[in-house]
């Protein structure tokens, strides 16, 4: 291949040909290559070397930027085949092939179609074969190559990040400013940049190599000037003629530092502040100027000396930057009408780097004077306490509050109450004196305390009112009598034995612990001795209740009642009696209550709860059963037919037969077994009368005296003459049975009255099986003891 530039040679088989402008000048050369040789410039001898690659290939350059009428010429391709009779054939592939670089198949000719841009693309890799013609065979292996774009200056430097913002303390060097420039840096001048100042001297200026902006003054004080505008540009070509340029503008402002201490603008301040003045308000405001701003300018006021000290304080307002003058004590106008005081301002944040240009602080006299005012009365004390008994009379003096005008003028002083809340309509007080009274009686159990609020205005100037407020307490005394704290539910088991403690009752009072912290507990026993339960004092404040038996029977009594007193040790000592329910329950051994109702006999007996409730709704359907028979029974009766003939000659006849004891029907049963009954007349219900019966003498007698058996005669006898009934048999029942007989009962039961020395108390011992017969005769045991 022959290479027609003498910029590149490369001893190989094949040869890369390409065009290289430098400057604008182009070199061209001729290189005959060979396969089995390689033939030197100016005719140097051959050299003989065994076979190698028929292509050799270096890189081909392009102008960027071309602009001209005709494709770019770019290099030449050739085989040590082609004889020059056309039969090879170059082809060209890759990046761009056949739309911006083509090849002459014939002369392998490259040519670059269109214009380049290096800042886009800076190669491309194409790859290059040499066929032959007629058999479409390879006669050299497929190389690649590449080809690159060769930079001009075509893109001038940039600042990216332009405009600049910039921040600097005051007499400190700047940052550095780098733009960038688009060309090859390796190739020419076209990115080396130098860097100039177009605006923003002599104030600052730029390092032309690296960009570095410093300030070029000493001693830039913010204070006289704050921003500057500075204009740096960046020229490429290394600022030769020719180079591009670019510009961008750097805004720069000095912040502050601490370089300007504290100053008052006056050395001397006069204040008025008047007497009235309330403790803890701000009376004055005082400022020292700083020229620095933000931390630089905070500062501390503090008063360093003056006969005001113990009477003002001074803050610093963060906000405005100010003194802020308060008040420790009250004025008073008549005792000392001016004070002096030494306020300093000091910065809180110092720069020692300007320690010289100090001290950073600042000092100033302040004159205060007191102004005098009209004052209202002032109360001898904040505030009062007093005291009061409960219970006592209205009108009773509480205590008393006294108030002075604190002028010279000395004025009267007038006392009344603000009658805001109710409680301050509890008490009165005195105009003249300001002795205050009750207004009604006080209970302590009902409010122990009350709080109410005293004024005091000046005679002659009544609009100048002071307040304090009163606070009274009422003082106990013993009125309230001691009782239980609560309700109690005292249970006693069965085989309580003596001694037993079954509750401990303790007692409360409404009144304070100085009257009736102690409490006395007692049996209210009577003449009697209680043989069931005994009280026991602990002298805690609580009693104990034992028992004093040893068997209880819920058969025999279920509930007992037992009187307390209590009684307090106040003066005078007050009692109380309460009445304590004590219930019976059976208990399992260890003294847990098994139950404390009658059910608990059938349970006893073996039956559940749901038996129980079974055999029940087996009686109330038997009881509606016989109900609705008696219904029944009732309706078919037809009522005895009374002709207006005289009755005496019809005989009616029916075949109702009596009920004996259980027939209710025929006569009240009850008038028997209640002879106060009699009082009242009684008709038959089984007739209706249709004539009125004549009015029955009864005897003076009382009816309590009056014998049944004489009771059932008189009956008789008014049935026998009542003209009023029809004349029909009727058997009439009456219970009675007769005098008692004298004969004494044959029962085995009164066996229990004997007495025997047999202890039943280990039935208890025999099990479940034996208990309802332990209970039994501990009972029978129990009732003897008694």
């Known amino acids: 291949m022959r290479i027609t530039s003498t910029s590149c040679i490369c001893p190989v088989l094949f040869c890369l040909c390409f065009v290289q402008r430098c400057y604008g000048a182009a070199h061209h050369g001729s290189i005959k290559v060979t396969r089995n040789q390689t033939k030197h410039i100016e005719g140097e001898t051959e050299v003989h070397h065994r076979p190698k690659r028929g292509w050799v290939w270096n890189q081909f350059f392009v102008l960027e930027e071309h602009m001209g009428p005709d494709p770019q010429y770019v290099g030449k391709l050739h085989s040590n085949s082609d004889k020059g009779d056309g039969s090879v054939k170059y082809i060209l592939t890759g990046e761009g092939a056949g739309t911006i670089f083509i090849i002459d198949d014939t002369t392998g000719d490259i040519h670059s179609t269109k214009s380049l841009d290096r800042e886009q693309k800076t190669h491309y890799v194409l790859h290059a074969q040499a066929i032959d013609r007629r058999t ?92 500057y505008s500075v204009v740096i540009q960046a020229k490429d070509m290394a600022g030769q003629v020719g180079g591009l340029s670019g510009s961008t503008t750097v805004n720069i402002t000095l912040t502050d530092v601490n370089d300007n201490p504290p100053r008052f603008p006056q050395k001397h301040y006069q204040l008025y502040v008047p007497e009235s003045a309330q403790v803890g308000s701000a009376v004055g405001k005082i400022k020292a100027n700083d020229a620095d701003t933000g931390s630089n300018a905070d500062m501390k006021y503090t008063i360093i000396n003056g006969d005001g000290a113990g009477v003002f304080s001074i803050s610093t307002d963060k906000e405005t930057r100010e003194g802020i003058l308060s008040l420790k004590k009250p004025l008073n106008y008549e005792k000392k009408k001016s004070y002096t005081l030494n306020i300093e301002g000091a910065n809180t944040h110092l720069d020692f780097r300007f320690s010289h240009l100090g001290p950073f602080k600042d000092a100033t006299m302040l004159k205060i004077i007191v102004g005098d005012v009209d004052e209202p009365p002032l109360f001898t004390m904040p505030s009062y306490v007093m005291d009061v008994y409960e219970n006592a009379k209205i009108g009773t003096a509480v205590g008393t509050v006294t108030a002075q005008d604190p002028d010279a003028a000395n004025s009267l002083v007038r006392y009344f109450i603000d009658h805001n809340t109710e409680e301050d309509r509890y008490f009165t007080i005195d105009a003249n004196t300001g002795t205050i009274k009750t207004a ?23 609009g100048l009112v002071s307040h304090v407020p009163v606070g009274v307490r009422i003082l106990d005394v013993n009125d309230n009598p001691p009782e239980l704290a609560r309700e109690y ?100 051994r260890d003294g847990r209550v098994r139950t404390c109702h009658a059910e608990a006999f059938l349970s006893s007996a073996g039956l ?84 009125k019966p004549a009015p029955r003498h009864h005897h003076s ?61 280990y039935l208890g011992d025999w099990g479940p099986e034996f208990k309802k017969l332990a209970e039994l005769y501990g009972e029978i045991e129990s009732e003897r003891t008694t």
């Open 608 to 691: 559940s709860t749901g038996a129980l409730i079974a055999i029940l709704l087996c009686v109330v359907i038997l009881l509606a059963i016989v109900v609705l028979f008696i219904t029944l029974r009732r309706s078919k009766k037809e009522p005895l037919i009374i002709s207006e003939e005289d009755v005496r000659e019809n005989v009616v006849t029916y075949d109702d037969e009596g009920g004996g004891e259980e027939d209710t029907e025929a006569f009240d049963i009850t008038a028997l077994r209640n002879p106060s009954a009699a009082e009242e007349l009684k008709y038959r219900r089984d007739v209706r009368p249709e004539v």
């Open 489 to 588: 539910d005292i249970v006693v088991c069965e085989n309580a034995k003596p001694g037993q403690v079954i509750q401990t009752i303790t007692a409360t009072d409404k009144d304070n612990s100085a009257n009736g912290a102690r409490f006395h507990f007692s049996l209210d026993e009577g003449p009697s001795l209680n043989p069931n339960f005994t009280l026991r004092d602990n002298e805690d404040n609580t009693a104990s209740i034992l028992t004093r038996r040893r068997k209880y029977s819920r058969t025999t009594q279920d509930i007992y009642y037992l009187l307390v007193l209590i009684s307090d040790g106040g003066v005078p000592p007050l009692s109380s009696s309460s009445t304590l329910t004590i219930r019976v329950c059976a208990c399992e």
């Open 440 to 462: 009604k009686i006080f209970d302590r159990e009902e409010t122990p305390w009350y709080n109410i609020t005293v004024a005091a205005s000046e005679i002659d100037n009544p």
């Open 136 to 227: 479409n065979k390879p006669l050299e292996p497929e190389s690649e190559f590449i080809i690159k774009v060769q930079d001009i200056n075509d893109n001038a430097p940039k600042f990216t990040d332009g405009p600049y913002i910039v921040t600097v303390p005051e007499m400190s060097e700047m940052g550095k400013e780098n733009p960038t420039d688009a060309d090859d840096p390796t190739y020419g001048n076209s990115a080396r940049v130098v860097y100039s100042i177009l605006q923003g001297q002599p104030y600052f200026s730029v390092d032309p190599k690296t960009g570095v902006i410093r300030t070029a003054l000493h001693n830039m004080d913010r204070e006289a000037r704050e921003h």
């Open 701 to 761: 007698s009382s009816l309590d005296s009056v014998d049944v058996q004489e009771f059932i005669k008189q009956r008789l006898a008014e049935a026998d003459l009542d003209p009023s009934v029809p004349p029909y048999d009727s058997l009439q029942t009456y219970a009675y049975e007769g005098h008692r007989s004298e004969a004494g009962s044959i029962s085995s039961l009164d066996s229990v009255t004997t007495h025997s020395d047999q202890d039943y108390n």
